[in-house]
């Protein structure tokens, strides 16, 4: 089944291209701002206008407001998957926020979260012990990062089991498509990815991943 918040569409350039496009970016003393999209300081939210979000095959609807809430995990396909337990569904208010908000409730994550379905439930635990360790960090000011660093500091053992044995038991699914081009549509980051222009123009991709959702 096709799911509209998680398929994405990855464009990498072919080595054949790259010469007449390229502009070198692997020595630059700051992390590329492509692979690392960072919400300008004007950015400003889509605001609330009432009307209910749906997906294909599904008859579960939220508002921009409840998809904006991190303690809430939409289930749009509650036939997928086992039943979210509550560290996962809703969080634990007010600083634990819900594992399926990022991570999706299929657990494929999204453009700017990591995918954790399928993945060993002894290495979810470790990473989150990290986080509050504080052996996990990031170069790049990245709001994910510093939420689960945040919520690691108040989020209980058993939740983190609970939430690393959900995870661990989905099946991981492929949700990329790469296509290799020389042309990409021109994006802008529309918080904290990069999602594709309305306006259809496209420019050289250069020495550049591009990833970004395919259908949101």
């Avoid at 560290?87 to 990022?102: D, L, M, T």
């Avoid at 700017?112 to 990290?130: F, H, K, R, T, W």
Wanted: glycine share 6%; hydrophobic share 40%; proline share 10%.
């Amino acid at each position: 089944m096709t799911h509209l918040k998680t398929r994405l569409l990855a464009v990498a350039v072919s080595l054949a291209s790259v010469s007449s496009v390229a502009t070198p970016v692997f020595g630059a003393e700051e992390p590329p701002t492509w692979a690392y999209p960072v919400n300008p300081p004007d950015f400003k939210v889509r605001p609330e206008d009432g009307i209910p979000r749906r997906v294909p095959g599904s008859a579960a609807t939220y508002t921009v407001t409840q998809l904006r809430d991190r303690f809430i995990a939409p289930v749009w396909h509650p036939g997928d998957h086992a039943p979210l337990p509550p560290i996962v569904a809703q969080g634990r208010k007010p600083n634990v926020f819900a594992c399926g908000f990022c991570h999706r409730a299929e657990g494929t994550g999204g453009p700017e979260n990591a995918s954790l379905a399928g993945l060993p439930a002894a290495y979810i635990v470790q990473q989150m012990a990290d986080y509050k360790s504080g052996a996990r960090k990031t170069s790049v000011q990245k709001r994910n990062v510093d939420l689960m660093i945040s919520l690691s500091k108040d989020i209980t053992d058993d939740e983190v089991h609970a939430a690393a044995a959900y995870f661990s038991a989905l099946k991981p699914r492929s949700n990329v498509r790469v296509v290799e081009t020389a042309t990409v549509p021109k994006t802008f980051v529309a918080g904290w990815f990069l999602a594709a222009a309305d306006s259809g123009e496209k420019e050289p991709i250069g020495q550049r991943i591009i990833e970004v959702p395919e259908d949101l």
